[in-house]
């Protein structure tokens, strides 16, 4: 495939990883304030939201059909009005009575739609871009992945919030939101009709020879040395924070006689959701420049600790139930910027096991056990809540945080494994 100029790359990367991560967001994050502000219980919620991680879970298995059927550019062009057409849906039976499994429907085809397009664009990017382009262009396709998240968690349960003011009326405030999402992917899809890479040539339509070489791959990824260390680190180092997660925007959203601190939708999505995912990028951010100076080794179990530890203020706002929003905000704040940094050690954990032949294929196996990771755990977690409340809940995610740390001890770093060789 011929590769367009770099002008061009800025028509089309920006908006396609935004609205890469748009969906993600909506079907992850959008949908568990939907339902709790529509008064589904929390250990509803909990476990078919976490449900949604599937797609993700299993994604790398339907990668060779995306190679073979038809181009990368038609997918996502394809997927988005799929999506846009699912969210039209997600907002007419929203104000029906049986609401939940209909909007269930439509939310498990949006995760579907929006890991196949992940694929399709992921695929795009490798095939138009230059290796030089590809580095080049990661940072600004992260930022703006980044964005999406900001906006899911932070501006869309704003917009929700002033539209519940201005209507008196929640479930028309959400349809008109959903409208709303509905028609931007419409336009983003005729947006990226236009300025997508049109050169791009179809794979001939051997899929067979496509899977095996899938299962060769996946098999060299099973032999690889300690991997079973190494899945099971995956699995369960965010085994605390999984149901963390889950649960942390209910808590928040919940009224203070539920034991909630009985935030609106305004104030959630600016304190979690607007500066708390800032201050997880910022800890992120930091956490790869620490380790770009000393290396992985040094930093890992330091890091897992700043990742851990944070999550006591949330036992701590469980106990007190402050109603200071400065307070709140500086909390999450503190608690995010610590998830973020710590996160950034999984990730290049990941990374560094993924090496060598086949690694692209091989990091997003990892990034499949790793949804599955946060899958699990998050399914059963609105039970727990529900039956401790919201208080034992938090000791017991400290708790559940001890396994991910003590699996450490097991793990092969390499030696200055991510630190610079300047």
Same mark, same amino acid.
């Given at each position: 495939? #011929? #590769?367009?100029?770099?002008?061009?790359?800025?028509?089309?990367?920006?908006?396609?990883? *935004?609205? =890469?991560?748009?969906?993600?967001?909506?079907?992850?994050?959008?949908?568990?304030?939907?339902?709790?502000?529509?008064?589904?219980?929390?250990?509803?919620? !909990?476990?078919?939201?976490?449900?949604?991680?599937?797609?993700?879970?299993? #994604?790398?298995?339907?990668?060779?059909?995306?190679? +073979?059927?038809?181009?990368?550019?038609?997918?996502?062009? %394809?997927?988005?009005?799929?999506?846009?057409?699912?969210? !039209?849906?997600?907002?007419?039976?929203?104000?029906?009575?049986? *609401?939940?499994?209909?909007?269930?429907?439509?939310?498990?085809?949006?995760?579907?739609?929006? !890991?196949?397009?992940?694929?399709?664009?992921?695929?795009?990017? $490798?095939?138009?871009?230059?290796?030089?382009?590809? /580095?080049?262009?990661?940072?600004?396709?992260?930022?703006?992945?980044?964005?999406?998240?900001?906006?899911?968690?932070?501006?869309?349960?704003?917009?929700?919030?002033?539209? +519940?003011? $201005?209507?008196?009326?929640?479930?028309?405030?959400?349809?008109?939101?959903?409208?709303?999402?509905?028609?931007?992917?419409?336009?983003?899809?005729?947006?990226?009709?236009?300025?997508?890479?049109?050169?791009?040539?179809?794979?001939?339509?051997?899929?067979?020879?496509?899977?095996? =070489? *899938?299962?060769?791959?996946?098999?060299?990824?099973?032999?690889?040395?300690?991997?079973?260390?190494?899945?099971?680190?995956?699995?369960?180092?965010?085994?605390?924070?999984?149901?963390?997660?889950?649960?942390?925007?209910?808590?928040?959203?919940?009224?203070?006689?539920?034991?909630?601190?009985?935030?609106?939708?305004?104030?959630?999505?600016?304190?979690?959701? +607007?500066?708390?995912?800032?201050?997880?990028?910022?800890?992120?951010?930091? %956490?790869?420049?620490?380790?770009?100076?000393? %290396?992985?080794?040094?930093?890992?179990?330091?890091? !897992?600790?700043?990742?851990?530890?944070?999550?006591?203020?949330?036992?701590?706002?469980?106990?007190?139930?402050?109603?200071?929003?400065? $307070?709140?905000?500086?909390?999450?704040?503190?608690?995010?910027?610590?998830?973020?940094?710590?996160?950034?050690?999984?990730?290049?954990?990941?990374?560094?096991?993924?090496? %060598?032949?086949?690694?692209?294929?091989?990091?997003?196996?990892?990034?499949?056990?790793?949804?599955?990771?946060?899958?699990?755990?998050?399914?059963?977690?609105?039970?727990?809540?529900?039956?401790?409340?919201?208080?034992? *809940?938090?000791?017991?995610?400290?708790?559940?945080?001890?396994?991910?740390?003590?699996?450490?001890?097991?793990?092969?770093?390499?030696?200055?494994?991510?630190?610079?060789? /300047?």
């Amino acid at each position: 495939m #011929k #590769k367009n100029s770099s002008s061009d790359h800025w028509k089309w990367i920006p908006s396609l990883y *935004f609205i =890469e991560g748009l969906p993600w967001a909506i079907t992850m994050i959008v949908s568990v304030v939907l339902y709790k502000n529509l008064n589904i219980s929390n250990s509803d919620i !909990a476990l078919y939201t976490s449900w949604l991680y599937l797609p993700w879970v299993i #994604k790398p298995f339907w990668s060779p059909i995306i190679d +073979t059927v038809n181009t990368k550019r038609s997918w996502i062009i %394809g997927m988005q009005l799929l999506i846009g057409c699912c969210l !039209a849906l997600i907002g007419l039976t929203i104000p029906l009575e049986s *609401f939940f499994k209909y909007t269930l429907v439509f939310f498990w085809l949006i995760a579907f739609s929006s !890991a196949t397009q992940d694929i399709a664009a992921d695929g795009l990017y $490798l095939l138009s871009l230059s290796s030089h382009d590809q /580095a080049w262009y990661i940072g600004i396709r992260n930022t703006f992945y980044r964005l999406a998240i900001i906006t899911g968690q932070g501006l869309i349960i704003i917009i929700v919030g002033y539209l +519940t003011d $201005l209507t008196g009326q929640i479930y028309l405030a959400w349809s008109l939101l959903f409208f709303s999402l509905s028609v931007t992917l419409f336009i983003s899809a005729f947006y990226h009709y236009k300025v997508l890479p049109k050169n791009e040539q179809k794979r001939s339509n051997n899929s067979s020879q496509l899977f095996q =070489e *899938f299962y060769l791959i996946l098999k060299s990824f099973f032999l690889k040395p300690s991997i079973s260390i190494s899945i099971i680190f995956i699995l369960i180092y965010r085994f605390g924070e999984a149901q963390l997660v889950k649960i942390a925007p209910l808590f928040m959203l919940d009224s203070l006689n539920d034991g909630g601190l009985g935030l609106s939708n305004v104030e959630y999505g600016f304190l979690y959701g +607007t500066l708390g995912t800032a201050c997880l990028t910022i800890g992120g951010i930091v %956490g790869g420049i620490l380790i770009a100076k000393q %290396g992985l080794k040094f930093w890992i179990v330091w890091m !897992a600790l700043a990742m851990k530890l944070p999550d006591i203020v949330y036992v701590y706002m469980a106990h007190s139930l402050p109603s200071n929003k400065i $307070l709140i905000g500086t909390l999450v704040c503190i608690e995010q910027f610590g998830y973020g940094f710590g996160f950034t050690a999984y990730l290049l954990y990941m990374m560094m096991i993924s090496e %060598g032949k086949n690694s692209t294929s091989h990091y997003a196996i990892c990034t499949g056990i790793m949804a599955m990771g946060m899958m699990v755990p998050g399914m059963f977690s609105g039970m727990i809540q529900e039956s401790f409340g919201y208080f034992n *809940f938090f000791i017991w995610v400290i708790l559940s945080t001890i396994p991910g740390l003590i699996m450490i001890k097991f793990l092969s770093i390499k030696q200055n494994y991510g630190r610079n060789k /300047a």
